[in-house]
C-alpha cells in the first residue's frame, strides 16, 4: 500500500480556490511553496493519470482541485511539475505542494503594534509594513501579520485566526508595503472572497521601476506561472500555459534612469506587478528576485554608481507599494474605498531621484 504521509487536514477546500486564491506578490513568502501531502506510488502500481490516483487517495479533495493544482505546477514528480494527465509509475514519489504554509500548529497572539486604516465588525482594513511576513511558514514561525492579528482579536470570540473561515482574504508580498483586507466573520470571508474572484475589487500599487517608456500608459495581458528552472521565480508563459494576468499602468512621474507609476491589478497573481514589469523590460528599482538590484540604466561607475548604491540603501526591498484598496462592503454592500501614504523609505527614494534628475538635466 502506498506510503501516505498526511502532514495536515486537508485545505484544499477553503473559500477561495488555489488559483484565484493569491493577490500579487502573493504571500507567504508567495514564492515558497509547502509540501502538505507525500505519496510514494507501490511497485505493482498500474499506469494511471495522476488526478485520478490522488483523487482516490487524498481526503476531503476534489479531483478538479487536484487538477487545478497540477494546472498551478504544484503536483511535483522527480523534483519536476507534472501535468493532471500524467500517468504514475511503480515507486514515483509524488509531493504536493501549496503556496501556503500547513495549518499544523495553533497562532499564538504576540502584540505586534498593527497600522489600522479601517475597522468594523465586518472587516479590517490594514496597512501592512516592507518586511512583516503574512503568514507563518518555514522560516518564519512567529512575528507575522497573523500574530499580530491574533493579538487585536484576542478578546473578540467570534474572531479566531486560527480558524481558515476568517482572516486575511488575499496576500502581498513580505517585502512589499500596503493595505490589506482582514474578514472577521465567516460570511465576510466568502463574500469578499467571491469579489476577488469575480475581479470587482480594486486595487491599485505605486512602484519606481527601472528605464523610461515610450507611451505614457499600457495594458499587460499574459500567461504568468512558475519558472521551471527557479522555483522561487514567477514568469510570463506562452499562451495557454498559464494563469491569464492582466495589468493596467500609467507613468505618473519620469526621472533620469527610472518611472515612477501605478499599477492597477484586473488580475491578482502571484507577483504579477514585478513579473509584467520585468517583461516589459522595466524592473522594479531594488528587486533582488527579477534582477532590479543592480544598476540596469545608465554608467555603472563613478559618481552615479555611488547614488544609486545609496538609492538602495534608502530603499532595499522592490520599490512597491499597495497605496489604493476598493471594495464593496459585505454587510452593507457600500463601496469602500481606502488609500494608504507612501512608506517613508520609498518617499525617500523618490525625493532623491528628484533631486538627481534635476542637477542632471
Known amino acids: ?51 485520478k490516483f490522488l483523487f482516490d487517495r487524498l481526503p476531503n479533495v476534489s479531483r478538479n482541485r487536484i487538477q487545478k493544482a497540477a494546472d498551478a505546477g504544484y503536483l511535483i514528480v522527480a523534483g519536476r511539475p507534472v501535468k493532471s494527465s500524467y500517468k504514475v509509475k511503480p515507486c514515483d514519489v509524488i509531493s504536493v505542494m501549496l503556496d501556503r504554509p500547513r495549518y499544523e500548529y495553533e497562532i499564538i497572539p504576540e502584540d505586534i503594534p498593527l497600522d489600522i486604516t479601517y475597522e468594523d465588525d465586518a472587516v479590517l482594513v490594514v496597512n501592512k509594513p516592507a518586511g512583516m511576513v503574512v503568514h507563518p511558514g518555514h522560516g518564519n514561525y512567529t512575528g507575522t501579520l497573523v500574530h499580530a492579528l491574533a493579538w487585536h482579536f484576542r478578546d473578540n470570540p467570534h474572531c479566531d485566526v486560527n480558524d481558515r473561515h476568517v482572516g486575511l482574504v488575499h496576500r502581498i508580498d513580505k517585502d512589499t508595503s500596503g493595505l490589506l483586507v482582514v474578514a472577521k466573520t465567516p460570511e465576510a470571508k466568502t463574500i469578499l472572497g467571491h469579489q476577488f474572484m469575480q475581479k470587482t475589487t480594486h486595487r491599485s500599487y505605486r512602484a519606481l521601476v527601472w528605464g523610461t517608456f515610450d507611451e505614457p500608459e499600457g495594458r499587460v495581458e499574459t500567461d504568468i506561472g512558475r519558472n521551471v528552472h527557479d522555483r522561487l521565480q514567477m514568469c510570463v508563459l506562452p499562451p495557454g500555459q498559464g494563469k491569464l494576468a492582466i495589468t493596467h499602468y500609467k507613468v505618473l512621474e519620469t526621472f533620469s534612469y527610472v518611472t515612477w507609476v501605478e499599477c492597477v491589478l484586473e488580475t491578482g497573481r502571484t507577483h504579477q506587478i514585478r513579473v509584467h514589469m520585468k517583461y516589459l523590460g522595466h524592473p522594479l528599482f531594488a528587486d533582488e528576485r527579477y534582477g532590479g538590484h543592480t544598476i540596469l540604466r545608465g554608467l555603472t561607475s563613478g559618481s552615479y554608481k555611488q547614488f544609486v548604491n545609496n538609492c538602495f540603501k534608502v530603499c532595499n526591498r522592490q520599490a512597491l507599494h499597495a497605496m489604493t484598496l476598493g471594495f464593496d462592503h459585505p454587510v452593507t454592500h457600500e463601496p469602500m474605498h481606502f488609500s494608504a501614504p507612501l512608506p517613508d523609505d520609498m518617499s525617500s527614494l523618490l525625493e532623491k531621484w528628484r533631486i538627481y534628475t534635476t542637477q542632471h538635466t
Open 1 to 51: 500500500m502506498e506510503d501516505l504521509e498526511r502532514t495536515q487536514e486537508a485545505v484544499w477546500n477553503d473559500d477561495i480556490p488555489v488559483d484565484e486564491a493569491d493577490d500579487i506578490d502573493g504571500s507567504l513568502d508567495e514564492s515558497q511553496l509547502y509540501e502538505h501531502f507525500r505519496i510514494q506510488v507501490d511497485k505493482g502500481q498500474e499506469p494511471q493519470r495522476i488526478d
